[in-house]
Each structure stands twice: as C-alpha cells, then as structure tokens.
C-alpha cells in the first residue's frame, strides 16, 4: 500500500485544525477519500519544494522511488491520476466542474488572501497568530516578527494589503453571502448525495478558519449565518469528529 508523509506547519493542539487552510484542505481531501496511510510532518516554509506548504512525500507500493509533490491542487491531481483517490468530480458535467473551479479560485485566491491579511496586518488578531505558532521560546519573537513582516509586504504586493479594513471586510462577507446563497438548501455544494472536490476546498477552509481565533471577523460573520455555520459543523463531524472543541462552538 502506498503510504504518504504530509508536511506541514507544527500544531499545538493535534485535535484542533491546521494553522494553514491549504495544509488542512489536503488532510481533509485524505480523509475524505478514505486515504488512511498517511502521517503528519512538521516543517517550515524554508525547507518546502516551493517554499510554501503543504508539500508531500508519496512512497509507492511497488517500490519505485518515492515523489515529492508540492502544492496542495497538484498533489491531489496525482493521486487521483495514479489511482490512489478517486476522482471525486466523475459524475459532473464540463459546466459543474468549472462552477467548481471557480469557486475554488475565489476561495484560495482572494477569500483566503483576505483572511490571512487580517491575521496578520491587524493587531488584535497578530496576538492570536502569534500564540497560535507552535515555534521554541527563544527564537519566537524574532521569527515572528520576521513572518509578520513578510507576509504584509507579500500581502501589498498582491493588491489585498492596499485595501482598507472595510474594503478587505467586505470582500470576506461577499464570499459568504455568495456561498449561503450557494449552499441553499442543499447539503453538498452541487445538490448530490455525496460530497465533490469542491466541498473539499469549502469545508477545510471553513473548518481552519472557524478553528482559529486569529480571524476574529470572518468568523464571526460565518457563525452568525447558519447555513454556513450548519455547512462547516457537518464538514467537521464528517471529517475531523477529533475536533471537540471546534464542534462544541459549532453546536
């Protein structure tokens, strides 16, 4: 049997979710797809293929030499094209799956983009980030203010960070009411029995952000909407029933 190493940020809490949407979105892609050979590995950025996370190295079965993939879309794409998951989106059509795609884009490209800046560029939620890194004492502070650094300038560079806080907030609670209408009525994104890829994305994002006190203003608008608070509770009992605490403020 295949087995695979995920390499991710170091938790603090092993039943609590990822300090990265894209890291926790893999695992729950994993977990979805009942792909159980897997452990995780703490890491830096630093030491990623691409610099960034996750990143994974996939043993095979047959003893060919192992593959290091990075980017959490394209380590997907393989293992569902070596046939060690399967392909969740088969039963859509060409239109579904680019609804899908989309969805994915605004989710990972602006969605997600504006919740990091708020992580990091506002203060209140800076504190929380902060406490939140599972990183040694004594190179905390300075490791932590050199992230903090990096990521507003990388957040300007990208157009997020030259937005004010009601411009960035509007953005995130556009994204929400899109979905709500989205997920209306429906238990899957696409109205099927089951879940597809573009649940992945959704629900492990939502659970991450959710999970995490380091976005105070997106959460609050997703607890305060119901279809999307009731949409990330069943992704979590579904998928991380280990996440007591998430499915306590969840209930």
Not at 66 to 73: G, N, Q
Not at 172 to 188: C, H, I, N, Q, S
Request: charged share 25%.
């Amino acid at each position: 049997m295949a087995s695979i190493k995920l390499y991710g940020f170091p938790k603090t809490d092993p039943n609590a979710p990822s300090v990265s949407g894209f890291c926790q979105k893999l695992e729950t892609f994993l977990r979805a797809t009942s792909f159980t050979s897997y452990t995780l590995e703490s890491t830096t950025p630093s030491s990623a293929p691409k610099g960034k996370l996750p990143y994974i190295v996939l043993t095979h079965a047959d003893g060919r030499a192992p593959e290091t993939i990075a980017d959490s879309h394209f380590i997907i794409c393989r293992l569902v094209a070596l046939g060690l998951a399967p392909d969740l989106d088969a039963s859509l059509t060409p239109a579904q799956r680019a609804d899908s795609r989309a969805w994915q884009a605004w989710t990972e490209e602006l969605l997600y983009t504006a919740v990091v800046q708020t992580r990091w560029a506002r203060d209140h939620n800076y504190a929380a980030t902060y406490a939140s890194m599972s990183i040694p004492g004594l190179v905390k502070p300075i490791v932590m203010w050199s992230l903090r650094r990096r990521l507003v300038e990388l957040m300007r560079t990208v157009g997020i960070g030259k937005h004010s806080v009601e411009e960035v907030d509007q953005l995130m609670k556009e994204w929400v009411d899109g979905l709500d209408a989205r997920l209306e009525g429906k238990t899957f994104f696409h109205g099927g029995e089951h879940p597809t890829l573009v649940d992945i994305v959704l629900g492990g994002f939502l659970i991450q952000c959710v999970g995490q006190r380091s976005n105070a203003e997106f959460k609050k608008m997703v607890m305060e909407n119901e279809t999307l608070k009731a949409y990330t509770a069943r992704s979590t009992k579904t998928w991380f029933p280990e996440y007591k605490e998430l499915l306590k403020e969840l209930e």
